[in-house]
């Protein structure tokens, strides 16, 4: 019996001691390791250490004299303010990111009221407006380098013709145009984020109280200025910080167009971070550099997360505090707007004053005329949408002869097949091809698998760090990739793996994983507890509630973040322009770079291997158009 009682109270403490460890993990905590480490492991391995072991390196410099690296303290910081390259490219930075978003936004939101007006075929202009979103970047920058070439361009004629010019003009090459072009090219790639957001926030707005303000008198300036732009502040705060986020760290583009000329004119402070870097081998100088707008960003990127976390079924009658300072902003914003349209609604005053003094026109009438008006409006903006994908197609189908002596300019003649043939014989594209559907393939399928385990996990489990994970997964979603490239540099050259295609499958992840997991996340959140816990009294334990249960439910979300995940990994620049030197490794967005011999441009292969790049991505597109809205839809992705 003695013996008996030790055993007695070991069994009586073991299952308080695992009730005590159950309390403080959480529930389901063994589960929820299973389903969240790999996850983790990735956040911890690819983001978290890289960011602080290059954090430490920014505090050392390369001796020259021995080859080591020198402690410097914050010396390689405080130097950037008395350098006048970085203070050039800073200034360019920010001018290129307020001119840029000021336009985005003014002809987003007027393409989104237009569109969200009566339009004949709205459909299929609003599809329109939206191509330049899913264009790879290496296309736009090629296709608009080939718009802007002084000598076999099309922008110089076309403006030669309308006499707006006497003279090509070197938009790239002459110091005070290079930045206003790259900025029209930014605008053009941008302007489909504005339109799709801002499109959502005018749906949403209650019809309600806009046919009432317009039967309490107020004309249409006043309706937009005193019901629309209240109804979209939310909108318009978050459309502008995450624009101004992927903005300001825009590299791809402006380095495929100019490469930061010339004489610096549109050097960014991420072009500058990765010359001094990964060209001239500074790393301390150049992480520095990436790094000296890290808290300016962290605290842009924890504001939005912040926001973008709050809960749907918040009432809003009770807003959170930063509830209250988006709204804040949002009405700021608004107050700016509103300032400035003060004249058009004067202007719409004395227009309506006129018209009643006028035989009022038959309803139809006034419906057809407002739809030619507005109709009238889009067509430049259409003009400037679709133009560079009219100027890719003709390139590509003429001639060397043709595009060298500057004959028929925009219609081939006659039409050819020649670039084709000597890309597809002449060129390794097939190998570039072949290259990017495998790194593209299996990074995809990665991400998608770990994001919809890690998604499960946190949409379902209760377990310790669970809030914090998401916060983190969204935090990531949100980082710049200039900020990350150097450090994952460096760790991959620690672990043997730069060049080589292992380089691009482990680092995809990085920004693929998270937006995948918080789509999944959301859309799991919708889907009814209760037919899981159904399944689990039958007998089912959660893995099989998982795969029998939710995961057929969740097929809408699973397509689109796969879609997704493909489209980004597919258009990749500036991972794979960093970490890969082989020219048989390369994928096609650094492929087409060695087509290149020096300033000479093969512009009808250039085009042609544009065309064929952004095929796969627009058939995507296009197959995929509804099932992408109702994932991202139902998966929560608010604006």
Known sequence: MARNIPTTSRQLASPSRSRRVQTFLGRDWKLALFFVLPVVIIMAGLIFWPFVSAFLRSLTVRSFLTGQ????????????????????????????????????????????????????????????????????????????????DPIFGGLNPILQGLGIINRPLGWLSENNLALPSVIAVNVWKGIPFYVLLL?????????????????????????????????????????????????????????????????????????????????GLRFGPGIATAFSMAPFMAVLIFFLARFMQQDSGRSQTQPSPLGRLFGNIGRGIGTLLGLIFLPFEWLANVFERLQSSRPRMK?????????????????????????????ILITSFKTDLQIQRFASVFIPNPWTLEQYRSLLLETPFLIWF?????????????????????????????????????????????????????????TLTNLGLINSHAALIVTYPTF???????????????????????????????????????????????????????????????????????EQLKTLPVGLQLLVFGDVYPWGQLMAASLLMAIPVMLVYIYAQRYLVEGLTAGGVKA
């Not at 009221?113 to 004949?120: A, I």
């Not at 057809?368 to 003009?383: A, D, E, H, N, S």
């Not at 669970?466 to 490239?485: E, K, M």
């Not at 009814?528 to 029998?548: C, K, M, Q, S, T």
């Open 69 to 148: 690296e020198q402690f410097v303290g914050l010396r390689n910081y405080a130097r950037l303010f008395q350098d006048i390259d970085y203070l050039t490219s800073l200034a360019n930075t920010f001018r290129f990111t307020v001119i840029s978003l000021a336009v985005k936004f003014v002809i987003g939101l007027s393409i989104a009221l237009l569109l969200n007006s009566r339009l004949p075929l709205r459909g299929l202009l609003t599809g329109l407006m939206l191509l330049p979103w899913i264009v790879p970047e290496v296309v736009t920058a090629l296709a608009w380098r080939s718009i802007y």
């Open 363 to 391: 309803r139809e009438q006034r419906e057809r005329v407002g739809m030619g008006v507005r109709l009238l409006l889009l067509l430049p903006v259409l003009i400037f949408v679709l133009f560079p994908f009219y100027w």
């Open 434 to 490: 072949r290259n990017t559907v495998f790194v593209a393939v299996v990074s995809t399928a990665i991400s998608v698998v770990l994001a919809a385990l890690a998604a499960y996990a946190l949409a379902r489990l209760k377990f310790l760090g669970s809030r914090a994970l998401t916060t983190l997964l969204l935090v990531t979603y949100l980082l710049p990739g200039t900020l990350i490239f150097i450090p994952l540099y460096q």
């Open 199 to 279: 499109l959502a926030g005018l749906k949403a707005i209650d019809r309600e109280l806009l046919e009432a303000a317009k039967v309490d008198g107020a004309n249409v300036v006043q309706r937009f200025r005193h019901v629309t732009l209240p109804g979209l502040r939310y909108v318009i705060a978050t459309t502008l910080l995450l624009s101004f986020i992927s903005t300001f760290n825009t590299f791809g583009l402006i380095y495929l167009m100019t490469g930061g000329g010339p004489g610096g004119a549109t050097r960014m402070y991420s072009i500058l971070a990765y010359e001094q870097a990964i060209i």
């Open 512 to 582: 693929l994983l998270p937006f995948a997991t918080w789509v999944m996340l959301g859309y799991f959140r919708s889907i009814p507890v209760d037919l899981e816990e159904a399944a689990l009294i039958d007998g089912a334990n959660r893995l099989i509630a998982f795969w029998r249960i939710t995961l057929p439910l969740a097929a809408p979300a699973l397509l689109s973040v796969t879609l997704f995940a493909f489209t980004n990994a597919w258009n990749e620049f500036l991972f794979a322009f960093v970490f890969i030197t082989s």
